[in-house]
């Protein structure tokens, strides 16, 4: 009965619950389940399938499991919404969204270091600006930092980076501060900047494979929220869960009906895999389990067997949460609460986006109260407007931060500096950065020199005039002026020297019209007219008679006998098996010479004779004949036009252009011969040969000048030889030659010889590398050492494939290379030329056979587009530090308009961008300069731009000799100076050098012999390069740059062999010509010219010093570096007096120099090599020194001893 009893009350009690569970619907199989972690998703449906030997486990929150979650990492996907900016972001396609997919192993995003700003960079918004609890980041870093910023943008520094946390890393972060965005950084001060090959170098460059970060306050969880079919009443929740307090902190399983806003349903410590019953009473349309996970790599938290059993709401939800009214079943709720329950804080009505206790829910890229306010990358560095989190640039910049100013139309260069290149300094503190060129002769700025020249009118291209003269020639009269038009397409052309010719030319035919003048030179046997034996024309004659059985004439030659070459005649009336006798009068008698038969008849013929000594000529016969013509040939065959001066003219410097023959005939002589009277002749010049394609410079070999009034050019043919003469131009100077005197100096030079001076170079100095990666003994270190400044050979076609097309240098210093070439990167080269030279000059390479004019659509536009970028990224303003700028080194063969346009267009694009960055014109010569150039363009260029070559033409060809050779093209600079004297403009000799071998290392396998006909000798080589030098500072050149740095190793070739040392194929060895460089450097270099004390063909001697004080005179012999000539020179000094000597050649012994009789009394021996005299100035001297003075001041004695007297 008691157990009955006990049966019925437990019915009894249970009967309310299955009455609950009878009207409670069982919702589990309608609901869908959402879990924290995509590890293990196919065991998802486990939590509802009501197995108990099924389970869902979550993946690891830590170390990477959060990288994917939304919810925890407030980085994710925030590159893909565009707020990431890197270096190099104009380099065409990025790949930010590698660094924040989630993806941390097999996705990242490469910052390539900048070679313009010397860094590598990574740099992303937080959205929203938070203050972070982690941030977990993995890359490949070399050396790197980490630093957050606030919303002032002050700095955080994190850590710094290297290769530790190539498998990831977890900052923890203890700073409160709201952070605004994370910017990852590699700065490189190596010399290397960047330069990485192969994984060796400056490796400055970083990958970074994924950035996360977890805002403060959002806890390490895994959950999962199961979606109910509608809103319901839960009663009960059943569930089974499995973990420790080692892995959670806690487990709450919470209640929402928006999925946004959750409450707190129950809280569970540790729990173990049974099931667990919760009962409950509360409206909801998701169900959460959410897990506290604890901070530690590794820890999982699982779920099952959930089961959930509720009724469908039939009023309303919560009761309103008491902050509503329930009416029919919805809360009308009360401000400021919202929700289907009035249980949730809302936003105001300016909130578009999801509401989050009481917080408007921004999307990525907007923040503020009401999500109003946009992120973009880098904020627009202050450059444009944010919107929708895309920057809209102001109308000077550009990039998807706005870093980049808009140059040509495009993005270019980054606007933060090089750390390692300072600004350069203002020329003059009143002058704007826009005009920061002080004219030299005004007061007045200006953004080019050729501004503040500003001429009314060009100066007209005059070179000195030769010698005024008339012309006369040995044939082709009517032809002869064009010899001396100073037209160089026009020539003379002589007739045929042939066999017949000299017949009727006196100068060659000894006997014409001798028979007309004279019967006495023309004695016969009886003839009636004797006149035409010696006429010059073969159409006429007179017959000679038969007296006393003998018919004979006799032309008398020359009364003391001369040496006859040939006899040529025309006869007839000889009958067969007869014959004419021709005899020769020597020394009074009769010499057979020759018969003549009766094949001969109307014939004419010529017939060369022996050597001898004649006096006449005779033609008998027993029977009477005819003579046509009789011709005496005692000159060989000869053509030549004839100058006539008018007066005796001094002569120092002859040119001319001549050809006969052909390069075969080498037989052919051809003399430039001088006379006053026409009759006796004279050769002063060396001989040259017949044939030449070019011009010939000749000047007097037997003295400095020489003096007459006619000038012969003449071509004496070999006998036999049938050809003409063609001779194009002959000119002739006076004593100083075509380019007259060196210019008297206008100023005291500012420039020292440091400045003066510097060296050709080209990329990689003769290494398949770029400089930034050379060996310190090489390159920009050796040539640094002697020179002031470099001059580069930068190829357009390097940089572009069309002129038309803009360089991307901004993408080349991202090492993605060039449009033409993918290797190249401009900054690697020129930096460490910055560094070693602090001058750089760049020569643009462009000309017809790289872009033919045809590849230019629009020059002006296309040269200003190259010229603007260029100087962004190069010039000393914004960009590298390259201070000068040639628009080509020789770019000849275009239309004067194309180039015109290039000009301008380059030079007002650089000028737009740099002022600071002078423009040079490409090297031309004066006559097609001045042709190129007019009041619009002068006006953007800062200087004349000039080769110099010390050439000349000469029987082998094209040749090269001493600077100071009045012959020489180096002379030349002459026609510049004087043609730039009103302009002021510097001039800038962007070449000059010659060629030479390296004695004892010539082989014949190697590049080192030097054997083209502009060779030199090496000792030649090093002296004219010192004079040159010393020649250029006298004359005030801006810079004098040498061509070459090394010889190349091609074979020998103009300019192939004028390297200050050998080529690579022996080693760069050093030659002459860099020792005396060096040694003239080191002793002079920092002295400028002062004045000229002598310069002749005795003597150069000059003076060098600082500002007006001399501190050295230098002096040497104009002649050739191989001569053993020697002079004494007497120089009165005044007050100074000679310290020491040195000689500006390696192991050049010196003779020292002697002292006369007063202080300033000196005699010096002079050769060819220039030799460097320290002065001292007595009054400047110590007074331990002045006891050997003393004997030599009487003065300073005399006054001595008044004073003891007094």
Same mark, same amino acid.
């Given at each position: 009965?008691?157990?009955?009893?006990?049966?019925?009350?437990?019915?009894?009690?249970?009967?309310?619950?299955?009455?609950?569970?009878?009207?409670?619907?069982?919702?589990?199989?309608?609901?869908?389940?959402?879990?924290?972690?995509?590890?293990?998703?196919?065991?998802?449906?486990?939590?509802?399938?009501?197995?108990?030997?099924?389970?869902?486990?979550?993946?690891?929150?830590?170390?990477?499991?959060?990288?994917?979650?939304?919810?925890?990492?407030?980085?994710?996907?925030?590159?893909?919404?565009?707020?990431?900016?890197?270096?190099?972001?104009?380099?065409?396609?990025?790949?930010?969204?590698?660094?924040?997919?989630?993806?941390?192993?097999?996705?990242?995003?490469?910052?390539?270091?900048?070679?313009?700003?010397?860094?590598?960079?990574?740099?992303?918004?937080?959205?929203?600006?938070?203050?972070?609890?982690?941030?977990?980041?993995?890359?490949?870093?070399?050396?790197?930092?980490?630093?957050?910023?606030?919303?002032?943008?002050?700095?955080?520094?994190?850590?710094?980076?290297?290769?530790?946390?190539?498998?990831?890393?977890?900052?923890?972060?203890?700073?409160?501060?709201?952070?605004?965005?994370?910017?990852?950084?590699?700065?490189?001060?190596?010399?290397?900047?960047?330069?990485?090959?192969?994984?060796?170098?400056?490796?400055?460059?970083?990958?970074?494979?994924?950035?996360?970060?977890?805002?403060?306050?959002?806890?390490?969880?895994?959950?999962?929220?199961?979606?109910?079919?509608?809103?319901?009443?839960?009663?009960?929740?059943?569930?089974?869960?499995?973990?420790?307090?080692?892995?959670?902190?806690?487990?709450?399983?919470?209640?929402?009906?928006?999925?946004?806003?959750?409450?707190?349903?129950?809280?569970?410590?540790?729990?173990?895999?049974?099931?667990?019953?919760?009962?409950?009473?509360?409206?909801?349309?998701?169900?959460?389990?959410?897990?506290?996970?604890?901070?530690?790599?590794?820890?999982?938290?699982?779920?099952?067997?959930?089961?959930?059993?509720?009724?469908?709401?039939?009023?309303?939800?919560?009761?309103?949460?008491?902050?509503?009214?329930?009416?029919?079943?919805?809360?009308?709720?009360?401000?400021?609460?919202?929700?289907?329950?009035?249980?949730?804080?809302?936003?105001?009505?300016?909130?578009?986006?999801?509401?989050?206790?009481?917080?408007?829910?921004?999307?990525?890229?907007?923040?503020?109260?009401?999500?109003?306010?946009?992120?973009?990358?880098?904020?627009?560095?202050?450059?444009?407007?944010?919107?929708?989190?895309?920057?809209?640039?102001?109308?000077?910049?550009?990039?998807?931060?706005?870093?980049?100013?808009?140059?040509?139309?495009?993005?270019?260069?980054?606007?933060?500096?090089?750390?390692?290149?300072?600004?350069?300094?203002?020329?003059?503190?009143?002058?704007?950065?826009?005009?920061?060129?002080?004219?030299?002769?005004?007061?007045?700025?200006?953004?080019?020199?050729?501004?503040?020249?500003?001429?009314?009118?060009?100066?007209?291209?005059?070179?000195?005039?030769?010698?005024?003269?008339?012309?006369?020639?040995?044939?082709?009269?009517?032809?002869?002026?064009?010899? =001396?038009?100073?037209?160089?397409?026009?020539?003379?052309?002589?007739?045929?020297?042939?066999?017949?010719?000299?017949?009727?030319?006196?100068?060659?035919?000894?006997?014409?019209?001798?028979?007309?003048?004279?019967?006495?030179?023309?004695?016969?046997?009886?003839?009636?007219?004797?006149?035409?034996?010696?006429?010059?024309?073969?159409?006429?004659?007179?017959?000679?008679?038969?007296?006393?059985?003998?018919?004979?004439?006799?032309?008398?030659?020359?009364?003391?006998?001369?040496?006859?070459?040939?006899?040529?005649?025309?006869?007839?009336?000889?009958?067969?098996?007869?014959?004419?006798?021709?005899?020769?009068?020597?020394?009074?008698?009769?010499?057979?010479?020759?018969? =003549?038969?009766?094949?001969?008849?109307?014939?004419?013929?010529?017939?060369?004779?022996?050597?001898?000594?004649?006096?006449?000529?005779?033609?008998?016969?027993?029977?009477?004949?005819?003579?046509?013509?009789?011709?005496?040939?005692?000159?060989?065959?000869?053509?030549?036009?004839?100058?006539?001066?008018?007066?005796?003219?001094?002569?120092?410097?002859?040119?001319?252009?001549?050809?006969?023959?052909?390069?075969?005939?080498?037989?052919?002589?051809?003399?430039?011969?001088?006379?006053?009277?026409?009759?006796?002749?004279?050769?002063?010049?060396?001989?040259?040969?017949?044939?030449?394609?070019?011009?010939?410079?000749?000047?007097?070999?037997?003295?400095?000048?020489?003096?007459?009034?006619?000038?012969?050019?003449?071509?004496?043919?070999?006998?036999?030889?049938?050809?003409?003469?063609?001779?194009?131009?002959?000119?002739?100077?006076?004593?100083?030659?075509?380019?007259?005197?060196?210019?008297?100096?206008?100023?005291?030079?500012?420039?020292?010889?440091?400045?003066?001076?510097?060296?050709?170079?080209?990329?990689?100095?003769?290494?398949?590398?770029?400089?930034?990666?050379?060996?310190?003994?090489?390159?920009?270190?050796?040539?640094?050492?002697?020179?002031?400044?470099?001059?580069?050979?930068?190829?357009?076609?390097?940089?572009?494939?069309?002129?038309?097309?803009?360089?991307?240098?901004?993408?080349?210093?991202?090492?993605?290379?060039?449009?033409?070439?993918?290797?190249?990167?401009?900054?690697?080269?020129?930096?460490?030329?910055?560094?070693?030279?602090?001058?750089?000059?760049?020569?643009?390479?462009?000309?017809?056979?790289?872009?033919?004019?045809?590849?230019?659509?629009?020059?002006?536009?296309?040269?200003?587009?190259?010229?603007?970028?260029?100087?962004?990224?190069?010039?000393?303003?914004?960009?590298?530090?390259?201070?000068?700028?040639?628009?080509?080194?020789?770019?000849?063969?275009?239309?004067?308009?194309?180039?015109?346009?290039?000009?301008?267009?380059?030079?007002?694009?650089?000028?737009?961008?740099?002022?600071?960055?002078?423009?040079?014109?490409?090297?031309?010569?004066?006559?097609?300069?001045?042709?190129?150039?007019?009041?619009?363009?002068?006006?953007?260029?800062?200087?004349?731009?000039?080769?110099?070559?010390?050439?000349?033409?000469?029987?082998?060809?094209?040749?090269?000799?001493?600077?100071?050779?009045?012959?020489?093209?180096?002379?030349?600079?002459?026609?510049?100076?004087?043609?730039?004297?009103?302009?002021?403009?510097?001039?800038?000799?962007?070449?000059?050098?010659?060629?030479?071998?390296?004695?004892?290392?010539?082989?014949?396998?190697?590049?080192?012999?030097?054997?083209?006909?502009?060779?030199?000798?090496?000792?030649?080589?090093?002296?004219?390069?010192?004079?040159?030098?010393?020649?250029?500072?006298?004359?005030?050149?801006?810079?004098?740059?040498?061509?070459?740095?090394?010889?190349?190793?091609?074979?020998?070739?103009?300019?192939?062999?004028?390297?200050?040392?050998?080529?690579?194929?022996?080693?760069?060895?050093?030659?002459?010509?860099?020792?005396?460089?060096?040694?003239?450097?080191?002793?002079?270099?920092?002295?400028?010219?002062?004045?000229?004390?002598?310069?002749?063909?005795?003597?150069? =001697?000059?003076?060098?010093?600082?500002?007006?004080?001399?501190?050295?005179?230098?002096?040497? =012999?104009?002649?050739?570096?191989?001569?053993?000539?020697?002079?004494?020179?007497?120089?009165?000094?005044?007050?100074?007096?000679?310290?020491?000597?040195?000689?500006?050649?390696?192991?050049?012994?010196?003779?020292?120099?002697?002292?006369?009789?007063?202080?300033?009394?000196?005699?010096?021996?002079?050769?060819?090599?220039?030799?460097?005299?320290?002065?001292?100035?007595?009054?400047?001297?110590?007074?331990?020194?002045?006891?050997?003075?003393?004997?030599?001041?009487?003065?300073?004695?005399?006054?001595?001893?008044?004073?003891?007297?007094?």
């Amino acid at each position: 009965a008691m157990i009955l009893l006990h049966i019925v009350l437990l019915l009894l009690s249970v009967v309310p619950s299955l009455q609950d569970l009878a009207q409670d619907q069982d919702l589990t199989s309608s609901c869908t389940v959402t879990v924290s972690s995509s590890t293990n998703v196919a065991t998802v449906p486990y939590i509802l399938d009501k197995n108990t030997a099924t389970s869902w486990q979550s993946g690891s929150v830590l170390p990477t499991g959060f990288l994917s979650r939304p919810d925890l990492n407030l980085l994710l996907s925030s590159c893909a919404k565009g707020l990431c900016s890197s270096s190099c972001s104009c380099c065409g396609s990025t790949s930010y969204d590698a660094a924040t997919d989630s993806n941390g192993a097999y996705t990242a995003y490469a910052a390539p270091f900048e070679t313009n700003t010397r860094r590598a960079w990574f740099e992303l918004q937080v959205s929203p600006p938070s203050p972070l609890k982690s941030l977990w980041l993995r890359g490949s870093f070399g050396n790197a930092s980490l630093t957050l910023y606030t919303p002032s943008n002050a700095p955080i520094f994190l850590s710094p980076l290297n290769n530790n946390v190539y498998f990831g890393s977890l900052f923890s972060i203890s700073s409160a501060e709201t952070i605004k965005k994370i910017r990852v950084e590699s700065i490189s001060f190596s010399d290397l900047n960047g330069y990485c090959y192969a994984g060796t170098g400056d490796c400055s460059g970083f990958t970074l494979t994924e950035v996360s970060a977890v805002a403060a306050g959002v806890p390490w969880s895994e959950y999962a929220t199961i979606a109910l079919p509608s809103v319901t009443t839960l009663k009960k929740i059943l569930f089974k869960a499995c973990y420790s307090s080692v892995d959670l902190d806690r487990m709450e399983i919470r209640t929402s009906l928006d999925g946004l806003n959750y409450q707190t349903l129950a809280v569970y410590g540790t729990a173990s895999y049974n099931q667990v019953t919760l009962y409950a009473n509360v409206t909801a349309k998701y169900l959460q389990f959410f897990a506290y996970m604890k901070e530690s790599d590794w820890k999982k938290f699982c779920l099952a067997d959930v089961q959930v059993f509720g009724s469908t709401l039939s009023s309303c939800a919560n009761n309103c949460s008491g902050h509503g009214v329930c009416k029919n079943g919805v809360c009308a709720c009360t401000s400021p609460y919202q929700g289907i329950d009035c249980l949730a804080k809302g936003c105001d009505g300016s909130c578009k986006f999801g509401c989050l206790n009481g917080v408007c829910q921004c999307p990525m890229g907007r923040y503020g109260v009401n999500c109003e306010l946009f992120q973009c990358p880098s904020d627009c560095n202050n450059q444009g407007s944010c919107i929708n989190s895309t920057c809209f640039c102001d109308k000077a910049y550009s990039g998807n931060d706005c870093r980049y100013e808009l140059v040509a139309g495009r993005k270019s260069l980054d606007l933060r500096k090089t750390p390692s290149i300072s600004p350069p300094p203002l020329p003059n503190p009143n002058c704007p950065p826009s005009q920061p060129i002080p004219c030299p002769n005004s007061n007045t700025c200006a953004i080019s020199l050729g501004t503040c020249a500003s001429p009314s009118s060009l100066p007209l291209y005059q070179p000195l005039p030769p010698l005024q003269a008339t012309v006369t020639s040995s044939s082709m009269p009517a032809t002869a002026r064009n010899t =001396i038009d100073g037209n160089v397409n026009t020539f003379w052309q002589s007739d045929f020297c042939s066999d017949s010719a000299f017949i009727k030319r006196p100068d060659m035919n000894k006997i014409l019209y001798s028979c007309a003048s004279n019967m006495i030179n023309c004695p016969t046997s009886g003839s009636s007219v004797v006149k035409y034996f010696t006429d010059g024309d073969t159409g006429t004659s007179s017959g000679v008679t038969v007296v006393n059985g003998n018919a004979w004439a006799e032309i008398l030659v020359d009364p003391v006998g001369i040496n006859v070459i040939a006899v040529a005649y025309k006869v007839s009336g000889i009958t067969t098996n007869n014959i004419v006798k021709v005899s020769g009068r020597s020394n009074g008698a009769l010499v057979d010479l020759f018969t =003549i038969t009766s094949s001969s008849n109307f014939v004419t013929q010529k017939i060369y004779l022996p050597s001898n000594n004649m006096t006449a000529v005779r033609f008998s016969a027993a029977f009477t004949f005819s003579i046509f013509e009789v011709s005496v040939q005692y000159v060989e065959c000869n053509e030549w036009i004839l100058l006539n001066f008018g007066s005796i003219q001094e002569i120092g410097h002859v040119s001319g252009r001549h050809m006969s023959g052909s390069a075969s005939s080498v037989a052919i002589t051809t003399t430039y011969e001088i006379s006053n009277d026409t009759i006796n002749w004279i050769s002063p010049f060396s001989p040259v040969v017949h044939y030449t394609t070019g011009s010939v410079d000749l000047e007097p070999i037997t003295s400095y000048t020489v003096s007459c009034q006619y000038l012969r050019v003449r071509h004496i043919f070999p006998r036999g030889f049938n050809s003409k003469v063609y001779i194009w131009e002959v000119q002739v100077w006076g004593k100083d030659g075509r380019y007259g005197p060196f210019m008297e100096p206008q100023n005291l030079s500012k420039q020292t010889l440091n400045d003066i001076f510097g060296v050709n170079g080209v990329w990689g100095w003769g290494y398949q590398t770029f400089s930034i990666s050379e060996r310190d003994s090489w390159g920009v270190n050796r040539f640094g050492q002697v020179a002031g400044h470099a001059r580069n050979y930068h190829s357009w076609s390097w940089d572009v494939k069309d002129p038309d097309n803009i360089p991307d240098y901004q993408a080349m210093s991202c090492v993605k290379g060039t449009e033409a070439q993918w290797w190249l990167n401009w900054d690697w080269e020129y930096l460490p030329w910055i560094k070693a030279f602090g001058e750089v000059q760049v020569s643009l390479q462009f000309f017809p056979g790289m872009f033919a004019a045809s590849a230019f659509n629009n020059p002006y536009n296309s040269s200003y587009n190259m010229g603007s970028v260029f100087a962004h990224h190069f010039g000393p303003l914004k960009g590298l530090g390259i201070t000068t700028f040639e628009v080509g080194n020789e770019p000849w063969g275009y239309p004067t308009s194309l180039y015109k346009s290039v000009l301008l267009g380059m030079a007002q694009g650089i000028k737009s961008v740099d002022p600071y960055m002078k423009v040079l014109p490409g090297a031309f010569s004066l006559a097609d300069f001045s042709n190129l150039t007019d009041l619009t363009n002068i006006k953007y260029i800062d200087g004349l731009n000039v080769h110099m070559y010390s050439f000349y033409g000469s029987n082998d060809g094209r040749k090269s000799t001493y600077p100071e050779s009045r012959i020489s093209q180096f002379r030349g600079i002459n026609e510049w100076i004087r043609w730039n004297t009103n302009l002021g403009l510097p001039i800038y000799v962007s070449e000059f050098g010659w060629d030479s071998p390296h004695t004892g290392d010539q082989k014949s396998d190697d590049s080192t012999n030097c054997t083209h006909s502009e060779c030199v000798s090496e000792l030649s080589q090093a002296l004219y390069a010192v004079r040159g030098l010393l020649l250029l500072s006298r004359l005030g050149i801006q810079r004098a740059t040498w061509y070459f740095y090394a010889n190349t190793d091609t074979g020998s070739g103009v300019f192939s062999k004028s390297g200050l040392t050998t080529s690579s194929k022996t080693g760069f060895t050093r030659k002459a010509v860099l020792d005396a460089l060096e040694i003239t450097i080191n002793l002079l270099g920092n002295t400028r010219f002062i004045d000229v004390l002598q310069e002749d063909n005795e003597a150069y =001697i000059y003076r060098f010093g600082a500002g007006t004080v001399p501190q050295y005179i230098v002096a040497w =012999i104009p002649t050739h570096g191989d001569s053993s000539m020697t002079k004494t020179v007497q120089l009165d000094l005044g007050q100074y007096m000679i310290a020491s000597a040195t000689a500006l050649f390696p192991g050049y012994s010196v003779t020292q120099p002697t002292q006369g009789d007063s202080t300033g009394n000196w005699t010096i021996q002079l050769t060819p090599t220039p030799v460097a005299y320290e002065l001292n100035n007595p009054s400047n001297i110590l007074p331990s020194q002045q006891t050997r003075l003393l004997p030599l001041t009487p003065l300073l004695l005399t006054f001595i001893i008044s004073i003891l007297f007094k």
